[in-house]
């Protein structure tokens, strides 16, 4: 919901330092890996219930994950990058709430495993819509330039970022915040195959 409003706030910074980086030598595929490993980090670290020092990795591996862009539009973007990308994104996704379950299972079991359903659905909703964009030429730049076609959504990455923020905080809360926020990924899956019905159906 907010991706795209905040996206021209944070773009130019981003591009600025992913033209630094790329002059290092950094590609923007080991970026993303970086991100990947510091949100595999963050979730290791929420598994053993370090909870609020959790929040240093996780939020700089989503510091990572909008540099990778910047990085590889300031060098040579590729088709692998932008799929190296959503995959690793998906890993980090599912692996912040598979810890709060590994921290307490007895108590976050049942929320943890209907919110990893929604967001089965939601990414499933996403990435379908993705293809079907690429197979008409659709074009979209409202949340940057991405490889795939970003759709938007009451829930997008800013949203669920500050839902894990909020987790980490209030991990006692895992629970009753899991049900909820799930059921707004529903939501949001929902709107995009009613979009997607609306855009895509055959005359």
């Known amino acids: 919901m907010f991706d795209s409003k905040i996206r021209p706030l944070i773009d130019p910074v981003l591009n600025a330092q992913g033209q630094v980086i790329a002059r290092a030598g950094i590609s923007a595929n080991q970026v993303t890996l970086i991100g990947l490993a510091l949100g595999l980090l ?7 219930g370090m909870y609020t020092l959790a929040l240093l990795p996780l939020l700089l591996s989503r ?23 959503i995959t690793c994104d998906f890993l980090f996704y599912g692996a912040i709430p598979l810890a709060f379950v590994l921290a307490d299972p007895v108590r976050n079991g049942a929320a ?9 659905v939601n990414g499933t909703s996403f990435l379908g819509y993705a293809v079907l964009a690429e197979k008409q030429k659709m074009k979209s730049t409202a949340r940057g330039v991405k490889t795939l076609y970003f759709t938007g959504g009451l829930l997008e ?20 915040l899991a049900w909820v926020f799930g059921v707004l990924c ?18």
């Not at 963050?42 to 053993?48: D, E, F, V």
Request: charged fraction near 15%; charge should be negative; include cysteine.
């Open 42 to 48: 963050a979730a290791g670290m929420i598994a053993c």
């Open 63 to 85: 510091l990572a994950d909008g540099l990778d862009g910047a990085v590889a539009r300031a060098s040579e973007p590729s088709d692998f990058g932008g799929y190296l990308d």
């Open 157 to 176: 990455g800013a949203e669920t970022i500050g839902f894990f923020v909020l987790l980490c905080i209030l991990p006692q809360w895992f629970a009753s």
């Open 112 to 120: 943890g495993a209907f919110l990893l359903m929604t967001f089965y």
């Open 186 to 203: 529903l939501v949001t899956a929902t709107s995009r195959i009613l979009l997607a019905r609306r855009v895509f159906q055959q005359e």
